[in-house]
């Protein structure tokens, strides 16, 4: 073959490869088919942070607060006309027992309940109308129960045990009446008996008594209406 010939068949080969690649070459692939996105939860805004409000102090909710211990006065605090503590005129001699407990004896088929030695407190009952009366007594009287302690609950005006006779007079007024009684003391037997003088404030329309020794109250006694 001659050499004219080998070069005209490599040209037409290659002619022939060129344009077989460019037929592959100008092929476009297929597109991959797209991928869906996985479905997301709606986002949900947070609310902004808000600042508590400044206290002077620790604040303590009202059914937690604490409260102010009662005190033995606020206890048998003596209200005129209404009763002493949680004992009222009216009540039967049950109802007594129920709020103060047993007494340390009865007098007159239980028309007298004394607890002089516990609270230096004497109350009378009438078995039809309850309680009439109560009395509240100081160790201090010129003639002392034995045993017998100082009552030591309050007026609704802060009059107590040994309170003076102008601070009586200061918190309710001139008395209506004033009365005297002469108390004998029994002593040592072969000593002379002595003699006290009581002073007893009344005022009527509270129905309250002041018994005083030496210008200091010794014994209060209020009646019911």
Known sequence: MSRRKYAGILITF?????????VVGCRK???????????????VAEPAPTEAPETSGTVVPPDTAPTAPRTVEDEMQVV????????????SRGQVLEVLGQPERTAGRGRAIYYL??????????LRRGVR???CWSAQHPRPSPGMVTFSGKTEKGIGMGASREEIVAAYGEPETVDEEIVRL???????????????LWYGQ???????TEGHLVQLKVEGP
């Not at 029994?186 to 007893?200: N, T």
């Open 14 to 22: 290659a002619c022939g490869a060129a344009l077989l690649l460019a």
């Open 29 to 43: 692939k297929p597109a991959a088919p797209p991928v869906e996105a996985a479905p997301t939860e709606p986002t």
């Open 80 to 91: 005129p006309l209404v009763g002493v503590g949680p004992v009222k005129f009216g009540m």
């Open 117 to 126: 030695t516990s609270r230096g407190v004497r109350i009378s009952i009438d």
């Open 133 to 135: 009366s109560i009395e």
């Open 186 to 200: 029994r002593g040592d037997p072969e000593r002379v008996e002595s003699e006290v003088l009581l002073e007893k």
């Open 206 to 212: 509270l129905r309250m008594t002041f018994v005083l």
